[in-house]
């Protein structure tokens, strides 16, 4: 079975570029799509749901950081996979692509073997990916169920809030948002997720970002500021605090004691 794979730059001999040394190198596990600029990329991205989009970062019409805006807007099992790319080594664009949520950031001209890890990378997160969200719903359950202190999940609302929370956890996220998008007063809201899950909002958000961030650390790639922007972090200091506070180690220290395990 192919993976559509959707290629987004405004240099034709990019895109055809991309395309030659991809297929040369995956012959027939990808199903490429080529477009010029950010709106057609939208465009393809709702109609034919891609796996994969490999996107510049500067392109007319649509930049690659509103694409991606848009498309952390789809639902978390039709959300694409991104690669940047950018003639731009600066921490400003890696970091607002981390937060947009790209998976990883090569730079111009392309080292085909930079590039041909990056996919072989997201090709094993996306034999994985489906099963992540409705693990974590699922273990939640769990843990509701043997809380001394649960409620009934009336209509549904806590379910949809935590489903909420794990599509939205990378961004800046905070309970008033949620509270809204399950139509529930903030002061109601509160009360009620603590005592369907036995842990307050902010206490829930900062496990389930720890919990992402370690499966990070755990593929040994990315530094440690990459990896807090990407589960919702503001920084690496309070990252690093809130990671030794709940795990009893740094980041770094979690990632070599990993290492040393594999």
């Not at 559509?4 to 799509?33: H, P, T, V, W």
């Not at 996107?55 to 690659?64: F, H, L, Q």
């Not at 005592?195 to 650390?217: C, D, N, P």
């Amino acid at each position: 079975m192919t993976t559509k794979l959707l290629i987004a730059d405004d240099e034709k001999n990019i895109r055809m570029g991309l395309q030659a040394m991809i297929e040369r190198e995956f012959s027939g596990l990808y199903e490429c799509i080529l477009v010029k600029d950010g709106r057609e990329a939208w465009q393809h991205v709702k109609q034919f749901l891609p796996e994969l989009v490999i996107t510049d970062i500067r392109m007319p019409v649509m930049d690659g950081i509103m694409l991606m805006q848009h498309i952390r807007e789809l639902e978390p099992e039709r959300r694409p996979l991104v690669i940047i790319l950018s003639g731009y080594d600066e921490f400003q664009y890696a970091r607002e692509a981390i937060r947009c949520g790209a998976r990883e950031y090569l730079l111009k001209p392309i080292v085909r073997e930079e590039l041909f890890g990056a996919l072989a990378v997201l090709n094993e997160e996306l034999k994985e990916r489906n099963h992540l969200i409705d693990d974590s719903v699922v273990s939640v359950e769990k843990d509701r169920l043997a809380s001394a202190s649960v409620i009934p999940d009336r209509n549904g609302s806590m379910t949809r809030a935590i489903q909420y929370i794990h599509a939205h956890y990378s961004e800046d996220l905070n309970m008033a948002v949620v509270s809204n998008s399950v139509s529930l007063n903030y002061t109601y809201f509160s009360q009620a997720f603590k005592a369907y899950t036995g842990l307050s909002f902010v206490q829930y958000v900062k496990r389930l970002r720890i919990t992402e961030a370690k499966k990070l650390l755990e593929c040994q790639g990315g530094k440690i500021y990459e990896i807090a922007a990407n589960v919702g972090f503001d920084n690496a200091k309070h990252f690093n605090k809130v990671f030794r506070e709940l795990e009893g180690m740094t980041p770094q220290q979690f990632r070599v004691q990993n290492q040393k395990g594999n």
